[in-house]
């Protein structure tokens, strides 16, 4: 089964941010690789890559641990 890799980004970035309403996520690549770009409103960005950094790493790890359930990469951009 595969996972969902931008609906699973949308519902973890949702959890995080004030303004949802203001969440975008493009998907690109193909069948072996997945790129994601995050878009959030500006207020959030902070919330979104978190401290050095770290609810960024987070959220990358957990999408690559669905990605590797289906034998795929992920890479996740956080566009400002």
Do not use: C
């Not at 975008?24 to 401290?51: K, N, P, Q």
């Not at 795929?72 to 400002?80: A, F, Y």
């Amino acid at each position: 089964m595969r996972a969902n890799l931008p609906e699973l980004t949308r519902e973890l970035a949702k959890a995080l941010v004030d303004y949802p309403e203001d969440l975008f996520v493009e998907t690109s690549g193909d069948r072996d690789f997945v790129r994601i770009e995050l878009e959030v409103a500006e207020e959030d960005l902070g919330r979104v890559i978190g401290r050095s950094g770290r609810t960024a790493r987070a959220l990358r790890q957990i999408l690559s641990a669905a990605a590797d359930q289906d034998e795929r990469r992920v890479s996740l951009d956080i566009l400002e």
